[in-house]
């Protein structure tokens, strides 16, 4: 494993400019109450990249305000999609909740995104039981995606790359060598060893983005229903992954819009 670790160290360091730290409680609008466990759901990002330009955004439409603008690649095809445009706003085409859940991958060169992305697959069935889509994001381009996609497999058509970490940055999500490597909360990789063995069977060194400043960027986990962000978890170090059952919990509590 520390053979694995050593293959995610960055050759070229980026500085994070900092922001203030954030610990409110991220609560449904108009559920008429908090669902559990959301002040544990809500990691709030203190540092992110300058490009950010201001603090992550809090429950409510400033988030999907802030998307305005941002497009992803399908790994499938290439082509450049609106953010925005992968879910409806108003009316979910999907579900009566309109629910969708934004999994934000650190990039496909990760193994620890492997393992996310295999938990992920595994469980979409149980969001979709639940009337919400499951999206995935990575950085890299569309090309390393599709390498995540081939090894594991993962379904082409739920996943998207983010060269430029555009996404990342309108969200808050921590970027910088120290949440990389020397968190906390990354020694959580360590009790997941079998799982991440497991889900890395055909794992490819490749798919890591040629900017190598974008293996420094941490994931994080997004609830929306239409244009309203319900819930956010922000990774604080590489592996620490939000954990699915509770999102899947939250999918299952919200009502419909």
């Known amino acids: 494993m520390a053979t694995a670790v050593s293959l995610c160290l960055p050759r070229v360091l980026h500085t994070s400019a900092p922001r203030p730290s954030f610990h409110r409680r991220v609560s449904v609008q ?44 399908a790994a499938g ?42 938990d992920l697959k595994k469980s979409m069935p149980k969001f979709e039981s639940a009337g919400a889509k499951l999206i995935a994001i990575g950085v890299g381009t569309s090309d390393k995606a599709r390498i995540l996609a081939d090894g594991l497999p993962f379904p082409v058509d739920s996943l998207y790359a983010d060269p430029e970490r555009k996404a990342y940055d309108v969200l808050g999500l921590y970027h910088g060598l120290g949440r990389t490597l020397f968190s906390p909360a990354s020694s959580k990789i360590y009790s997941r060893l079998d799982s991440i063995k497991e889900a890395t069977k055909n794992y490819k060194l490749k798919g890591t983005p040629a900017d190598l400043t974008g293996i420094m960027q941490q994931g994080g986990m997004f609830v929306f229903r239409g244009k309203e962000l319900l819930y956010a978890w922000r990774d604080e170090g590489t592996g620490d992954h939000a954990p699915l059952d509770d999102f899947l919990g939250i999918c299952r509590q919200v009502p419909a819009a």
């Open 77 to 118: 095809t290439g082509d450049a999609v609106p953010l925005r445009d992968l879910w409806d706003p108003s009316e979910c085409y999907f579900c009566e909740q309109g629910v969708v859940v934004v999994a934000l991958l650190r990039h496909f060169g990760c193994f620890c995104c492997w393992e996310l992305a295999s």
């Open 30 to 73: 108009g559920a008429g109450a908090t669902l559990p466990d959301a002040r544990r759901l809500c990691r709030r990002s203190s540092a992110v990249s300058a490009a950010a330009g201001a603090s992550p955004p809090e429950a409510g439409t400033a988030a999907w305000d802030s998307l305005g603008g941002v497009s992803v690649f």
